[in-house]
Each structure stands twice: as structure tokens, then as C-alpha cells.
């Protein structure tokens, strides 16, 4: 096993409102390899989503602690935080997040002129990550002019970008018919071997846990490893 990107550490978290309590994290505890593919599965309402938010810095945990990359997450304040967004975490939501008025070319675009790279640095950049989630023809395309399937690659291309060490993709299929989910799939596999990069995803589609390294379950707030199914 390679050196973990991510290690978190008795995680907690509750959510209040009202009278009610929500545990939704009680003690959880992972590390996840670099350069693996893994799935977090649980139904709705088990406490992916809120994972994943802690662990990007979203939101704060109530105790435990978060290291990606050897940043201690939940010890960063605001621009730590941003810089850490900007330049080792990415995401891809479940709907796919990109900027309705921009094509696709210029949503893949919008992180690297964050980062202030060079034009025509940029140009080339965007050209060739269009080309890997097999978009090279549609970068002019508005996020209406496209299926939801191709929205949700220029939303892996754009997380991307800026060569982050791990993308953290919540229900990325969760909107699309099956079909298409079982696209998206094979196309983060192709990422985590061709750019190196570490994927953690969330989803309750037991068709997509055969393609990770790795399949974490989260169920009542406690994490336990499972083997992976067949594919
Ligand atoms: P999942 O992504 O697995 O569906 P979530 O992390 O969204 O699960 O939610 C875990 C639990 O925490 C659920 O019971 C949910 O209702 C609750 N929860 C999530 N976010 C909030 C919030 N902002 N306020 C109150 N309860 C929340
Ligand atoms: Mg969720």
C-alpha cells in the first residue's frame, strides 16, 4: 500500500436543530492510499455527504482531525483553507456545479485563471483536459447545450485543472440515468491511473463500487472497509 493522502482520525460530528440530534459522524476513522480510486457507499442519510465536507474543509468537525497531502485541514484558518482548495482538493458535486453563462472550454478555465497561470499556458491546458474526458469537440458548448453526462465531464475536467492530489466527488452519477452513470465511472478510473491523481467518491450505486481499489462503508455514522464486489 502507498503512503496515505488522506488520514482522518475520530471524526465527530453532530448536527442540532431543535430538540433533535443528528450524530452524523461518531468516530471515523481512515486513511485513503495515494493514487486510489476509493468509494465511501452508505444510504442516504448515513453521513457521505458530511464526510466529504469535512475533509475538504467545508465544514468543520466537532472533534478528530483531518490531514490531506500533509495539511492539517481542520487546523487552517481562511486563506490556508482557500489555498489548500485552490491547489490539493478538488470537487465534483452531484449536479455538476458548472457556470451556466461560460462554455465548456471557459469553465475548465475558471480554476487556472485562479491560479494566474499564463494564457496560453491556460489555452493548451484546457485543450488538453477537454481531450482527456473526450470533450475536444465541444469546448464551445453552454452546460444547457450539453447531456448531463457530458456536463458531469467538464466538471471532472475542470476539477482537474489545476493538477489537484485528490478530488473528492459526491454522488457524481447521482442525477444521470444509468446508462451514463456507467461512463463516468471508467473515466475517474482512467484519472486516478493517468494523472495520478487520489479519488474519494460517494455513492449508493452498488454497480460503480466494482471499479474501485477500495470500498469504505458508512453506516450510522461508523466507517468500516469492505471487500470490493466483481465488477
Ligand atoms: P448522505 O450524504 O449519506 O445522504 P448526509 O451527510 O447528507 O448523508 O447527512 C447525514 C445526516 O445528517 C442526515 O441525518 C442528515 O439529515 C443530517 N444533516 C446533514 N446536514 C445537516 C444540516 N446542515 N443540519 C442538520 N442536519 C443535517
Ligand atoms: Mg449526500
Known sequence: ??????????????????????????????????????TLKGRSGSGKTTLLNVLGGLEPPDSGSVHVAGHE??????????????????????????????????????????ARMAPAERDERVRTLLALVGLADHAAQRPYEMSGGQRQRVAIARALANRPRLILADEPTGQLDSETAAQIMPLLRAVVRGEGVTVLTATHDPVLLGLSDRVLALSDGEIAEEPVPAA
Open 73 to 114: 485541514i481542520t487546523a487552517l484558518d481562511e486563506d490556508g483553507l482557500l489555498r489548500v482548495r485552490r491547489e490539493i482538493i478538488s470537487y465534483v458535486f452531484q449536479s455538476h456545479g458548472l457556470i451556466p453563462v461560460l462554455s465548456a472550454a471557459e469553465n475548465v478555465e475558471v480554476p487556472l485563471r485562479l
Open 1 to 38: 500500500m502507498s503512503e496515505p493522502i488522506v488520514r482522518v482520525a475520530d471524526l465527530t460530528k453532530t448536527y442540532r436543530s431543535g430538540d433533535i440530534e443528528v450524530r452524523a459522524l461518531r468516530g471515523v476513522t481512515f486513511d485513503v492510499p495515494a493514487g486510489e480510486l476509493v
